[in-house]
């Protein structure tokens, strides 16, 4: 059971020294990771700190290494906080810099580290940090400690929840910290919890559009096909524009819910999995009463989206401008770029998919080669749709491609409907090491980076620890 009084305690105790800093115009560095969550949570500390006046700095990096590390010690910054990531690099950062830093962070850690008064883990508070505590929720509460007023940042919490895939409880909802967040948030009337179809752009989008926008889960000949969706929704006498208009899925009624949900189910037939895929279509839809209803935005999931996109797409600037309120510039950027990484992942699943020779099934586990065709900066995406689709969502995913320095890029994932016993954060860490890479990571996601030339006995060691 989450500790949540412990955790404030923590911060309670680590508070007065960082004000001291603020006060001191100390020169701080928040260094976040590039992904969604990573950006949500960058972005709830930094601005918490410039709420006080903090002389601050925000720094994305793609990940964390001890070279990094190095390279940002020789910065001399007074502070450093890192949020969503150096759980496994402790010892190299005390080395670089003494107690002039705070780790603030969600991924599994050593025993040793968690006793670490400049380390807050959601580990150490009773929650599993892959299920109940993103480090979006873990930076929020850090927040509230500098200044209860800032349960406005509580928002920033579910959405970095959300596109962590943190939405594991009944009906795709949070739990554990995510869960007291999400309160937060309903509390200031930020947003608000409804059960529904959870389609991508479910407020915003056409309903063809939507339904071909949406990968979790994955729609064998629907997802990414705008034109085969709209065929089949046409077939079946939904009324699809309302006047001149285009309909949303929003805009249906239950009738009209139910008969496009049957529609699809048959569509898919009898894929396997199917039952369970259009199951999980239902569950907790979260609207952001305060963005625009025509925007990625104004639902919580599909802004996580859009971030990841900004990541993804080399450009994490502008999702860190988008989470500190540019609705400008910055969120017509943003949703440029969303739209090539949709397409970009389009691509790379169709790729993968037409070709039989690029999955490989051994048991449980599956195995995706996109060398070639998969950019790495998309494996993960790529790797987590085809995991959610009825055909592997009891199986472990495991996928790799072509990295720079004649190295492989890998993501895993293991389905939601897997019934063995899995830690694919230790299994990546065990496989790399032992194919010469390094590797880590959640429980049930996780990645890893080997040499070319080991990809053989990288995907042996992987077999051997899964079963396949």
Same mark, same amino acid.
Request: charged content about 20%; aromatic content about 4%; glycine content about 10%.
């Given at each position: 059971?989450?500790?949540?009084?412990?955790?404030?305690?923590?911060?309670?105790?680590?508070?007065?020294?960082?004000?001291?800093?603020?006060? =001191?115009?100390?020169?701080?560095?928040?260094?976040?990771?590039?992904?969604?969550?990573?950006?949500? @949570?960058?972005?709830?500390?930094?601005?918490?700190?410039?709420?006080?006046?903090?002389?601050?700095?925000?720094?994305?990096?793609?990940?964390?290494?001890?070279?990094?590390? !190095?390279?940002?010690? *020789?910065?001399?910054?007074?502070?450093?906080?890192?949020?969503?990531?150096?759980?496994?690099?402790?010892? $190299?950062?005390?080395? &670089?810099?003494? =107690?002039?830093?705070?780790?603030?962070?969600?991924?599994?850690?050593?025993?040793?580290?968690?006793?670490?008064?400049?380390?807050?883990?959601?580990?150490? #508070?009773?929650?599993?940090?892959? /299920?109940?505590?993103?480090? @979006?929720?873990?930076?929020?509460?850090?927040?509230?400690?500098?200044?209860? *007023?800032?349960?406005?940042?509580?928002?920033?919490?579910?959405?970095?929840?959300?596109?962590?895939?943190?939405?594991?409880?009944?009906?795709?909802?949070?739990?554990?910290?995510?869960?007291?967040?999400?309160? &937060?948030?309903?509390?200031?009337?930020?947003?608000?919890?409804?059960?529904?179809?959870?389609?991508?752009?479910?407020?915003?989008?056409?309903?063809? $559009?939507?339904? *071909?926008?949406?990968?979790?889960? #994955?729609?064998?000949?629907?997802?990414? @096909?705008?034109?085969?969706?709209?065929?089949?929704?046409?077939?079946?006498?939904?009324?699809?524009?309302?006047?001149?208009?285009?309909? !949303?899925?929003?805009?249906?009624?239950?009738?009209? /819910?139910?008969?496009?949900?049957?529609?699809?189910?048959?569509?898919? =037939?009898?894929?396997?999995? *199917?039952?369970?895929?259009?199951?999980?279509?239902?569950?907790?839809?979260?609207?952001?009463?305060?963005?625009?209803?025509?925007?990625?935005?104004?639902?919580?999931?599909? #802004?996580? !989206?859009?971030?990841?996109?900004?990541?993804?797409?080399?450009?994490?600037?502008?999702?860190? @401008?988008?989470?500190?309120?540019?609705?400008?510039?910055?969120?017509?950027?943003?949703?440029?770029?969303?739209?090539?990484?949709?397409?970009?992942?389009?691509?790379?699943?169709?790729?993968?998919?037409?070709?039989?020779?690029?999955?490989?099934?051994?048991?449980?586990?599956?195995?995706?080669?996109?060398?070639?065709?998969?950019?790495? /900066?998309?494996?993960?995406?790529?790797?987590?749709?085809?995991?959610?689709?009825?055909?592997?969502?009891?199986?472990?995913?495991?996928?790799?491609?072509?990295?720079?320095?004649?190295?492989?890029?890998?993501?895993?994932?293991?389905?939601?409907?897997?019934?063995?016993?899995?830690?694919?954060?230790?299994?990546?860490?065990?496989?790399?090491?032992?194919?010469? =890479?390094?590797?880590?990571?959640?429980?049930?996601?996780?990645?890893? /980076?080997?040499?070319?030339?080991?990809?053989?006995?990288?995907?042996?060691?992987?077999?051997?620890?899964?079963?396949?």
């Amino acid at each position: 059971m989450a500790d949540l009084e412990g955790l404030l305690q923590r911060y309670r105790s680590l508070v007065p020294s960082v004000i001291e800093s603020v006060l =001191g115009g100390k020169r701080i560095l928040v260094v976040t990771h590039i992904d969604a969550d990573g950006l949500c @949570s960058g972005s709830v500390v930094f601005s918490a700190l410039m709420r006080k006046g903090a002389n601050a700095t925000l720094r994305t990096v793609p990940d964390l290494d001890p070279k990094t590390v !190095t390279d940002l010690a *020789a910065q001399n910054y007074d502070l450093y906080i890192f949020v969503d990531l150096a759980s496994t690099l402790i010892s $190299e950062i005390e080395a &670089a810099l003494g =107690g002039r830093y705070l780790v603030i962070d969600h991924h599994e850690i050593s025993e040793a580290d968690l006793g670490n008064r400049a380390v807050v883990n959601a580990w150490a #508070f009773g929650c599993d940090g892959g /299920k109940e505590a993103c480090s @979006s929720a873990m930076a929020y509460f850090f927040a509230v400690a500098l200044d209860p *007023a800032n349960t406005d940042l509580s928002t920033l919490a579910v959405v970095g929840a959300l596109a962590d895939r943190q939405d594991s409880g009944p009906g795709r909802s949070l739990t554990g910290l995510n869960r007291v967040a999400l309160e &937060a948030a309903q509390r200031r009337g930020l947003l608000s919890v409804s059960n529904d179809l959870m389609f991508t752009g479910r407020e915003t989008r056409p309903v063809h $559009e939507a339904v *071909a926008l949406t990968s979790n889960p #994955f729609l064998k000949g629907l997802t990414g @096909s705008k034109d085969a969706v709209l065929a089949l929704l046409h077939q079946s006498g939904l009324e699809l524009k309302d006047g001149g208009a285009w309909r !949303t899925i929003s805009s249906l009624s239950d009738d009209e /819910k139910r008969r496009l949900t049957e529609t699809i189910a048959g569509a898919l =037939g009898a894929e396997r999995g *199917a039952t369970e895929a259009l199951a999980s279509l239902f569950g907790e839809v979260y609207t952001l009463h305060f963005e625009d209803p025509f925007t990625p935005l104004r639902d919580a999931r599909e #802004f996580g !989206t859009l971030l990841n996109s900004c990541g993804r797409m080399g450009v994490p600037s502008i999702g860190v @401008s988008v989470c500190l309120g540019d609705r400008s510039s910055a969120l017509k950027g943003a949703m440029k770029t969303l739209s090539e990484y949709r397409s970009g992942i389009n691509k790379a699943l169709d790729a993968v998919t037409s070709d039989p020779a690029r999955i490989e099934q051994h048991g449980r586990l599956v195995l995706v080669k996109g060398e070639g065709v998969v950019d790495e /900066k998309l494996l993960g995406p790529v790797i987590s749709i085809l995991t959610g689709s009825p055909a592997f969502k009891d199986k472990v995913v495991v996928g790799s491609a072509s990295s720079r320095g004649d190295a492989l890029k890998i993501s895993s994932r293991v389905g939601d409907l897997y019934d063995g016993s899995v830690n694919l954060g230790l299994i990546m860490r065990e496989s790399a090491e032992e194919a010469e =890479g390094v590797g880590g990571g959640h429980a049930m996601a996780a990645g890893a /980076k080997i040499p070319s030339s080991k990809a053989e006995s990288f995907s042996r060691a992987v077999a051997a620890r899964v079963g396949g």
